[in-house]
Structures are given as structure tokens and as C-alpha cells.
């Protein structure tokens, strides 16, 4: 006699079974893909973080294969307290640069911020995570607002978010801040004191570190 | 293909993309629709998603409802439509990682879409693995129609932008409101008042 599985269909026993064995099918799968792709998006993270770090000290690349080996030759990094340190190797002008993260409006803003040697001005700013508003905190990553960051005056030690128009931002690099967001205050607060505490880290890591 | 089945397969197709459009008509998958459409690339890229993941969740649904207990029905369903979003993403992580920065956690939240839940619903459990298919990715497509349209008004208006290329003169000043959320409940309700008056006018 044949056994139809489906007669039993309102079964407890069928009912259980059938939820254990259809979920784990689909997790099993789906770990599997996961593991396949692990290495790829672990790249991937990588590389997000590589192209900021030289992104931040104005380091010029054409393509990912170029920043890798740029990076891998350039730059050096050092973790000094749980926080990771960035700096240019010799002979080139040496550049210290910071790994960051604090909560934004949304989520966490997760960045790198580049200083030259002598701590006196920023060498620029790079984001690797951030999910803030699109269109208004979300603008931080656009070109007009992270250019005000290159080559800015430090002024004690930080740089001020001032309410300014935007496109093209503060162009004064002698002043110590840059514009803020229109629209975004939020964003643009949670991003000015993270940057401050960012940039103290940074001093007294390389000092510690003997970088 | 039979003569039967061809007129099948246009008119689902018809009927998700106008007359039963997810979006326009039973007015559901909402609020991705106000979170992506102020950019024309995230949309499509979302859009596509939908249209994907309803496709084949739809199929695989078809094809094991003669094994799905009706008490748990609901729960496979979700379990099912999950793993195809989840498998989206991983696969989005590992070979488009800009666009799936960029869609950050919309991309996860395509599992709450009603459209995906809706069609499993309405069409999957009653219909052969095929026309689930065909139903799932035409609704998703229609799902994907209304929200490009909602995100070139919004991109235009809010950026002064179309697929992220500068279409608008210097010296046209971006409407902000255009960017956020609330501005597309005005665009989409627009978009439903005139699709919906076509569609009626065209009843009578």
C-alpha cells in the first residue's frame, strides 16, 4: 500500500514536520550562498574603507586595482587604543588620518578624516558608511561639502559647522569651519562632534604611538 | 501555447500593470514608494528587486502549495518571499556594493512589501507555477512603472537631475520638499487621481 503523505496534511505532526524541513532547506541554502560570497563582500568592505582612506589624504588612483596597491605601499596603519591609525609611509609628506564612527541622525556615520603632519590642516574627509536623509543629511557625501574640508585651518584643535548657503560651501580655508547642511541640522551637529572627538583621538594616538 | 493561454498572459499583464496596478490601484507597497523615488537609479535597482523577488517567490509558492498545510500557510509564505530578499541583497552585497550601499536597508525591508505577500495570496496558491511567475514579475514591474514615474518628477524637481546627469539650466533652484518623503505622497496621489480617471473613463 502506498503511503500518501498528503492525506495527513492537517496533522500536527505533518504540520511541524513540514515547517522544520521546508525552513531548513531555505536556511541551508541561503547559509551556503552566504559563505560563498563571504570573501567577496569582506573585499569589498575593504576596499570601501581603502578608497577613503586615500580619498581622505588626497591620494590620487584611477581604479580599485590601483588604490590596493597603492595603498599596500603607501600607507601604513597602526590600531593605538581600539581606534585604527592611518599614515603615509616615508619618503612622502607624512599624513595622519583617523577611522571614526558615531551615531548620526539615522544610523551610524562611519568615516575617515585626514590631518597633515603638524596637525594644522585637515588634509580631507571620506565616508565609508553613512544612511542619513538622501537629499539632506545624505549630502555630506557630495563633493561641494567634503571639499570644504581640504586643506582647512584646524582652529583649536577641530573645525565649526557654520549655517552657510551651499554649493560651494565655505571656501575660506583659514577660518577653521566649513558650511553646515541646510535642512539636515541634525546630521550636520552629530557629524561636527564627532569629528572633534575624532580629531582629538587622533593627536593623542600618534603622540602615544610614536607615529 | 495555446490561443487560451496567450490572451492569459497579456491580460495579467495588463491587469497588473493598469487596471490592477499594485501601486496605483490597490495601493499597496507604499512606503518603499515614498522612501526610494527621490533618485532614479535607487528606484530601478529597487523596481527591479520587487519585480525579482515577487517573481520567484510566487513560483516557489505554486509550486509547493500542494504540500502546505493551511494553518501555516502564511508563515511559509513569509519564510519563502524572505529568502529570495535575503538571497537579493547577499548577492547585491557581493557584486554591486556601491547600489547596495546605497539602498542601505531598503533592500531587507522588501520583505514587509504587500506586493510580494499579496500575490503569493491572491495568485500563487491558486495558480500553476508559470502564470505565478508571469504574475509576480508583472506586478513587480508595474510596481517598478509607478515609482520611476514618481522618482523623474522628484529627481528633476528636488535634484534638477535625471539619473544622476544635470539636465536643468544653473540657475533653477532645487524644490527641497521635492526630496523628502512627504513630497511624494503629492506626487504619487497626482499620479493615482489620473490613472485612476483614465482607467474610469475608459470603463464607460
Redesign the interface.
Known amino acids: 500500500m502506498k503511503l500518501n503523505?498528503?492525506e495527513y496534511?492537517?496533522h500536527k505532526a505533518?504540520?511541524v514536520g513540514?515547517?522544520v524541513l521546508?525552513?531548513f532547506i531555505?536556511v541551508l541554502?541561503?547559509s551556503f550562498?552566504?559563505e560563498l560570497?563571504k570573501e567577496?563582500?569582506k573585499k569589498?568592505?575593504e576596499?570601501?574603507l581603502i578608497r577613503a582612506v586615500l580619498e581622505s589624504m588626497q591620494i590620487p588612483y584611477q581604479n580599485d586595482q590601483e588604490a590596493l596597491t597603492i595603498y599596500r605601499g603607501r600607507i601604513g596603519v597602526k590600531e593605538v587604543r581600539g581606534k585604527r591609525i592611518f599614515f603615509t609611509n616615508p619618503p612622502e609628506d607624512k599624513k595622519y588620518a583617523i577611522l571614526f564612527s558615531g551615531n548620526g541622525l539615522w544610523s551610524i556615520i562611519q568615516g575617515i578624516i585626514g590631518v597633515d603632519s603638524q596637525f594644522e590642516r585637515l588634509t580631507g574627509i571620506a565616508f565609508v558608511?553613512q544612511?542619513e536623509?538622501?537629499?539632506?543629511g545624505g549630502r555630506i557625501e557630495e563633493p561641494w561639502f567634503k571639499g570644504q574640508f581640504q586643506g582647512e585651518k584646524l582652529v583649536n584643535g577641530t573645525v565649526a559647522f557654520r549655517t552657510g548657503q551651499a554649493d560651494p560651501g565655505d571656501r575660506d580655508k583659514d577660518n577653521g569651519s566649513v558650511d553646515a547642511i541646510?535642512?539636515a541640522t541634525s546630521t550636520s551637529k552629530s557629524l561636527e562632534t564627532i569629528l572633534k572627538k575624532a580629531l582629538k583621538d587622533l593627536e593623542e594616538r600618534v603622540k602615544e604611538g610614536g607615529l | 501555447m495555446s490561443l487560451n493561454a496567450a490572451t492569459n498572459t497579456t491580460r495579467i499583464l495588463k491587469d497588473n500593470l493598469f487596471r490592477n496596478n499594485p501601486v496605483a490601484s490597490q495601493i499597496i507597497g507604499i512606503c518603499s514608494a515614498l522612501a526610494v523615488t527621490?533618485?532614479l537609479i535607487?528606484t530601478f535597482i529597487m523596481g527591479v528587486g520587487v519585480a525579482l523577488s515577487t517573481a520567484f517567490s510566487s513560483f516557489t509558492l505554486s509550486l509547493?502549495k500542494?504540500?502546505?498545510?493551511?494553518?501555516?500557510r502564511m508563515?511559509?509564505q513569509v519564510?519563502?518571499l524572505s529568502?529570495y530578499v535575503?538571497?537579493l541583497d547577499?548577492?547585491l552585497?557581493?557584486?554591486i556594493?556601491d547600489i547596495a550601499?546605497a539602498l542601505?536597508?531598503y533592500i531587507g525591508l522588501i520583505i514587509t512589501n504587500c506586493i510580494l505577500m499579496g500575490r503569493a495570496e491572491a495568485f500563487a496558491q491558486a495558480n500553476p507555477p508559470g502564470a505565478a511567475f508571469w504574475d509576480g514579475l508583472t506586478s513587480g514591474i508595474g510596481y517598478l512603472m509607478v515609482l520611476m514615474i514618481v522618482a523623474f518628477f522628484r529627481e528633476l524637481l528636488?535634484?534638477g537631475t535625471l539619473f544622476g546627469v544635470p539636465v536643468l539650466p544653473d540657475q533653477f533652484i532645487p524644490w527641497?520638499i521635492m526630496?523628502?518623503a512627504p513630497s511624494a505622497f503629492f506626487v504619487l496621489a497626482i499620479y493615482i487621481w489620473i490613472h485612476n480617471t483614465l482607467l474610469a473613463k475608459k470603463r464607460k
Open positions: 503523505l498528503l496534511k492537517d505533518y504540520l513540514f515547517a521546508v525552513t531555505f541554502v541561503l550562498v552566504n560570497t567577496q563582500v569589498n568592505q576596499l570601501f558608511e544612511n536623509t538622501p537629499g539632506l541646510t535642512g | 527621490n533618485n535607487n509547493m500542494a504540500w502546505i498545510p493551511q494553518k501555516v508563515i511559509i519564510l519563502v529568502f535575503i538571497l547577499i548577492l552585497r557581493a557584486f556594493p550601499k542601505g536597508p528636488g535634484f527641497t526630496v523628502m
